[in-house]
């Protein structure tokens, strides 16, 4: 018997569909609950999927969402569904997929991803051949809701696809899409490529049998009238280039032929599409040779992309001049990454997968100004392709960038700007006779009235920096230094930002030659802090840590401290422990201790006392956490990172006056946790810390040291073995003196290890080796082992004879603990 809702249980179920869209809070809580007590009944389900697949009569916004609560349903407690829900739920959406709504359609493509991507497709064997058969019906909308549905899947699990896992589907499937890219209907042919595209990156074999029937196949819809098609196509061109460049060879003239045009598409997501193809192509060998012929008709095209286009003028509120009152919303500011004072390490942001809503199948930001665009990416395909061709670029750029730069209307004199700034890396040497001329322009369009324009000229100027610098102060680096200072101040946000990372750009080239201007520079900077939003607070404070690193010492003048102190040790008591805007303060004030030495002094302990507790705090919710991960929240390990950053940061500036605070505090015991922790970066900065410890003062780190050594030769054996001979002696003569623990073990193998990578490194200290290895009373079996086979090594080595003349040295008692021990 197939089932069927209760009449009052279906009411109940739409009563809470439609008490769901309602935008009151309230009503909002109790759905919640009542979905919470509905999860109990193990049927409720089959009650969404009913009202998705076979309640026409309802309006389709209520029965897409009714699928879009089961799927979320399907991603928490799939595996506690009963077998018989789990049965009918697959089954309907099968037979549903060619529903005559694309809503219908998209949501239900998105129920079965869902529940394949739980049971990874294994559990589900009929799941492919059943949609792939249904790619064959008459009925358009049952082609469509397949296509969709395979689509989703391709993007989700195509590693698993081109796996033995399931039988290598791809090699029925692949040469299936391929037959539709003929199709009459541009939606299934642009699904089609779509799900072919997913394979190329993973090179999957069932794709690269049949590589040339793809490549000609997307020859043949070049001239696609759909959009989406094209962008298809061109998507599929870029990715070829990266893995099967060697089957494009013989088409590249007309390939390129094709990018030109279709970097013009007047749909401005074909046309950054066919962008990325010469950002590709710059990072290929074979580059120069096949452009060269081309940068007469390319550069052109790439300078026209580098204009805003309105839709961005409108969004980036181009009109609007001063908002520099307006308090920035949360989306404002992106995650940033911690920077690790020894090594800059790329944190992935972790994007979660939750963002999908209905919108799977269309694009999800064409409306809002995405972060990568047509502008971005023509800027660097620019920037890359200045790199390859150098100053052979200018004769094509040249003739068109005096037009753009005195153009009457900004926003082309802003995409002139942007093209000078793109470029400098490359063309440098050939820019060099004409920047007499420009940097006193672009200087003056720092005062533009069109924000935009003074904005990117702070980001050109910054570009330059490295000429302006090698010039005489007086000639450009001072007039810009003026103006870029009142950019700071300007009453534009965006300017504000601009004008800040320039500054910093400006100082780390310029570096003491900012000495004389430094009052002039941290009165303004000061100024700034009453002035700024949130978001550019936080670049504010990097130009500040970035002046404390290029002028170091010359900072610690009380005139300087007096103006600079004061605002960031107030910020520093505004935050709270949680409070991620420490971080980036916590670096600034880092490079500030290291600069001002001994001025750092008067503020050096709440400072120091901050960081010790941000650590402590994290190394006990990582416990807590390690512990009952059910109950405890990760802990954001950023805060330990930065604050053992801004410790190192206080022992190098501090020196020896850093070493009553670490005698008063606890410092040590948390560095050896921090060793231990699980993420690199956490060790690596522990490490630094360590270092600047040593230097700052020995007598507390002393103790530890040994066991540290002895540590680092069991990790990395190879780095540290070839050093033996320098510490082995005073090593031994201090682990002899520790009872035997848990750390004298670890050091000690460190040490054998180490021994056998660089026997030599021990002969001449060999008598203080064995002395050592005495002082342990129970080594575990394996130690034991270890020290068993390098005495026996050595005295097999220097034979008997010499063994005995060398072990008349020995003090008796050593002697008979060796013997006893160890038969030698």
């Given at each position: 018997?197939e089932w069927?809702?209760?009449?009052?249980?279906?009411?109940?179920?739409?009563?809470?569909?439609?008490?769901?869209?309602?935008?009151?809070?309230?009503?909002?809580?109790?759905?919640?609950?009542?979905?919470?007590?509905?999860?109990?009944?193990p049927?409720?389900?089959?009650?969404?999927?009913f009202?998705?697949?076979?309640?026409?009569?309802?309006d389709?916004p209520?029965?897409?969402?009714?699928?879009?609560?089961?799927?979320?349903?399907?991603?928490?407690?799939?595996?506690?569904?009963?077998?018989?829900?789990?049965?009918?739920?697959?089954?309907?959406?099968?037979?549903?997929?060619?529903?005559?709504?694309?809503l219908i359609?998209?949501?239900?493509?998105?129920?079965?991803?869902?529940?394949?991507?739980?049971?990874e497709l294994?559990?589900?064997?009929?799941?492919?051949?059943?949609?792939?058969?249904?790619?064959?019906s008459?009925?358009?909308?049952?082609?469509?809701?397949?296509?969709?549905?395979l689509?989703?899947?391709?993007?989700?699990?195509?590693?698993?696809?081109?796996?033995?896992?399931?039988?290598?589907?791809?090699?029925?499937?692949?040469?299936?899409?391929?037959?539709?890219?003929?199709?009459?209907?541009?939606k299934?042919?642009?699904?089609a490529?779509?799900?072919?595209?997913?394979?190329?990156?993973?090179?999957?074999?069932?794709?690269?049998?049949?590589?040339?029937?793809?490549?000609?196949?997307?020859?043949?819809?070049?001239?696609?009238?759909?959009?989406?098609?094209?962008?298809?196509?061109?998507?599929?061109?870029?990715?070829l280039?990266?893995?099967?460049?060697?089957?494009?060879?013989?088409h590249?003239?007309?390939?390129?032929?094709?990018?030109?045009?279709?970097?013009?598409?007047?749909d401005?997501?074909?046309?950054l599409?066919?962008?990325?193809?010469?950002l590709?192509?710059?990072e290929?060998?074979?580059?120069?040779e096949?452009?060269?012929?081309?940068?007469?008709?390319?550069?052109?095209i790439?300078?026209?992309?580098?204009?805003?286009?309105?839709?961005?003028?409108?969004?980036?509120?181009?009109?609007?001049?001063?908002?520099?009152a307006?308090?920035d919303s949360?989306?404002?500011?992106?995650?940033?990454?911690?920077?690790?004072?020894?090594?800059?390490?790329?944190?992935?942001?972790?994007?979660?997968?939750?963002?999908?809503?209905?919108?799977?199948?269309?694009?999800?930001?064409?409306?809002?100004?995405?972060?990568?665009?047509l502008?971005?990416?023509?800027?660097?395909?620019?920037d890359?392709?200045?790199?390859?061709?150098?100053?052979?670029?200018l004769p094509?750029?040249?003739?068109?960038?005096?037009?753009?730069?005195?153009?009457?209307?900004?926003?082309?004199?802003?995409s002139?700007i942007?093209?000078?700034?793109?470029?400098?890396?490359?063309?440098?040497?050939?820019?060099?006779?004409?920047?007499?001329?420009?940097?006193?322009?672009?200087?003056?369009?720092?005062?533009?009235?069109?924000?935009?324009?003074?904005?990117?000229?702070?980001?050109?100027?910054?570009?330059?920096?490295?000429?302006?610098?090698?010039q005489?102060?007086?000639?450009?680096?001072?007039?810009?230094?003026?103006?870029?200072?009142?950019?700071?101040?300007?009453?534009?946000?965006?300017?504000?930002?601009?004008?800040?990372?320039?500054?910093?750009?400006?100082?780390?080239?310029?570096?003491?030659?900012?000495?004389?201007?430094?009052?002039?520079?941290?009165?303004?900077?000061?100024?700034?802090?009453?002035?700024?939003?949130?978001?550019?607070?936080?670049?504010l404070?990097?130009?500040?840590?970035?002046?404390?690193d290029?002028?170091?010492?010359?900072?610690?003048?009380?005139?300087?401290?007096?103006?600079l102190?004061p605002?960031?040790?107030?910020?520093?008591n505004?935050?709270?422990?949680?409070?991620?805007?420490?971080?980036?303060?916590?670096?600034?004030?880092?490079?500030?201790?290291?600069?001002?030495?001994?001025?750092?002094?008067?503020?050096?302990?709440?400072?120091?006392?901050?960081?010790?507790?941000l650590?402590?705090?994290?190394?006990?919710?990582?416990?807590?956490?390690?512990?009952?991960?059910?109950?405890?929240?990760?802990?954001?390990?950023d805060f330990?990172?930065?604050?053992?950053?801004l410790?190192?940061?206080?022992?190098?500036?501090?020196?020896?006056?850093?070493?009553?605070?670490?005698?008063?505090?606890?410092?040590?015991?948390?560095l050896?946790?921090?060793?231990?922790?699980?993420?690199?970066?956490?060790?690596?900065?522990?490490?630094?810390?360590?270092?600047?410890?040593?230097?700052?003062?020995?007598?507390?780190?002393?103790?530890?040291?040994?066991?540290?050594?002895?540590?680092?030769?069991?990790?990395?054996?190879?780095?540290?073995?070839?050093?033996?001979?320098?510490?082995?002696?005073?090593w031994?003569?201090?682990?002899?003196?520790?009872?035997?623990?848990?750390?004298?073990?670890?050091?000690f193998?460190?040490?054998?290890?180490?021994?056998?990578?660089?026997?030599?490194?021990?002969?001449?200290?060999?008598?203080?080796?064995?002395?050592?290895?005495?002082?342990w009373?129970?080594?575990?079996?394996?130690?034991?082992?270890?020290?068993?086979?390098?005495?026996?090594?050595?005295?097999?080595?220097?034979?008997?004879e010499?063994?005995?003349?060398?072990s008349?040295?020995?003090?008796?008692?050593?002697?008979?603990?060796?013997?006893?021990?160890?038969?030698?």
């Open positions: 018997m069927q809702p209760d009449e009052q249980g279906l009411q109940q179920v739409l009563q809470l569909l439609k008490d769901s869209q309602s935008p009151n809070t309230v009503t909002q809580r109790a759905v919640q609950q009542k979905l919470e007590q509905l999860n109990q009944f049927d409720f389900n089959n009650y969404l999927i009202v998705l697949t076979r309640l026409k009569t309802e389709e209520t029965r897409s969402l009714s699928g879009l609560i089961l799927k979320n349903n399907v991603k928490a407690h799939y595996t506690n569904f009963p077998p018989t829900v789990a049965e009918f739920i697959k089954q309907e959406c099968l037979n549903n997929i060619g529903d005559p709504s694309p359609r998209a949501t239900i493509g998105i129920l079965i991803t869902t529940i394949a991507s739980k049971g294994q559990t589900w064997p009929e799941l492919l051949p059943q949609l792939c058969n249904l790619l064959n008459e009925d358009y909308n049952t082609c469509e809701g397949s296509f969709g549905a689509q989703k899947i391709c993007e989700d699990s195509s590693e698993l696809l081109d796996s033995d896992a399931l039988n290598r589907p791809l090699n029925i499937m692949i040469p299936k899409f391929l037959q539709f890219f003929k199709h009459c209907s541009p299934i042919r642009s699904h490529i779509a799900c072919v595209n997913q394979f190329i990156i993973g090179r999957a074999q069932a794709l690269m049998d049949n590589i040339d029937t793809f490549i000609e196949s997307l020859f043949a819809l070049a001239a696609d009238e759909d959009s989406e098609v094209r962008k298809n196509v061109c998507r599929a061109l870029v990715m280039l990266e893995v099967r460049i060697d089957r494009l060879i013989p590249m003239h007309s390939i390129i032929q094709y990018m030109l045009q279709r970097t013009q598409d007047p401005e997501n074909v046309a599409e066919a962008c990325e193809f010469w590709t192509l710059a290929q060998p074979i580059c120069k096949m452009l060269s012929g081309h940068l007469v008709q390319l550069i052109p790439l300078v026209n992309g580098m204009k805003y286009s309105e839709i961005d003028i409108i969004l980036l509120k181009g009109d609007v001049e001063e908002d520099e307006v308090p949360d989306q404002d500011i992106k995650p940033r990454f911690h920077k690790s004072r020894t090594v800059t390490l790329q944190h992935e942001g972790g994007e979660g997968e939750e963002g999908e809503d209905i919108e799977d199948d269309d694009d999800d930001d064409d409306d809002t100004l995405s972060d990568w665009n502008r971005k990416c023509s800027a660097a395909a620019l890359v392709l200045a790199n390859v061709f150098r100053d052979d670029l094509h750029l040249l003739p068109l960038l005096k037009g753009l730069l005195f153009h009457p209307d900004w926003v082309i004199k802003e002139g942007l093209v000078l700034g793109a470029i400098a890396e490359g063309c440098m040497q050939g820019m060099v006779p004409y920047l007499p001329e420009l940097i006193p322009h672009l200087i003056q369009c720092l005062c533009d009235k069109k924000a935009l324009v003074r904005s990117i000229a702070c980001w050109t100027l910054s570009r330059y920096a490295h000429w302006v610098v090698s005489p102060p007086d000639s450009f680096l001072k007039p810009l230094m003026t103006e870029l200072l009142k950019r700071i101040l300007d009453g534009n946000k965006r300017v504000q930002e601009a004008a800040c990372s320039a500054f910093a750009t400006l100082e780390e080239e310029a570096c003491t030659e900012l000495v004389p201007y430094l009052s002039f520079i941290l009165d303004t900077l000061v100024f700034a802090f009453g002035k700024y939003q949130h978001k550019n607070l936080l670049i404070y990097d130009a500040i840590g970035t002046l404390a290029s002028v170091g010492h010359h900072l610690n003048q009380p005139e300087y401290i007096q103006k102190m605002p960031l040790i107030a910020k520093w505004e935050l709270k422990d949680e409070d991620k805007d420490l971080f980036p303060l916590l670096e600034c004030l880092s490079s500030v201790a290291t600069a001002l030495q001994s001025g750092f002094l008067p503020y050096c302990e709440p400072v120091y006392q901050r960081c010790v507790t650590v402590q705090k994290t190394l006990a919710q990582a416990m807590m956490y390690n512990q009952h991960p059910d109950q405890y929240e990760a802990p954001d390990k330990m990172i930065v604050a053992l950053d410790l190192s940061g206080l022992a190098e500036g501090l020196g020896g006056n850093v070493e009553q605070l670490v005698s008063r505090s606890n410092i040590m015991t948390l050896f946790q921090c060793m231990q922790d699980t993420m690199p970066e956490v060790r690596q900065s522990s490490f630094a810390l360590l270092g600047d410890l040593t230097k700052a003062c020995f007598v507390h780190v002393k103790p530890c040291i040994a066991i540290t050594i002895g540590r680092l030769g069991y990790v990395c054996p190879q780095e540290v073995a070839p050093q033996l001979q320098h510490f082995i002696r005073p031994c003569t201090s682990l002899r003196n520790i009872r035997d623990n848990e750390e004298k073990d670890s050091a193998r460190g040490i054998c290890v180490m021994i056998g990578v660089n026997p030599a490194g021990v002969v001449q200290d060999f008598i203080f080796f064995c002395d050592a290895v005495a002082s009373v129970n080594p575990k079996d394996d130690l034991r082992d270890m020290f068993y086979k390098i005495l026996h090594g050595f005295k097999d080595q220097v034979g008997e010499n063994w005995q003349q060398f008349e040295q020995f003090p008796p008692l050593l002697k008979e603990r060796l013997s006893a021990c160890y038969g030698v």
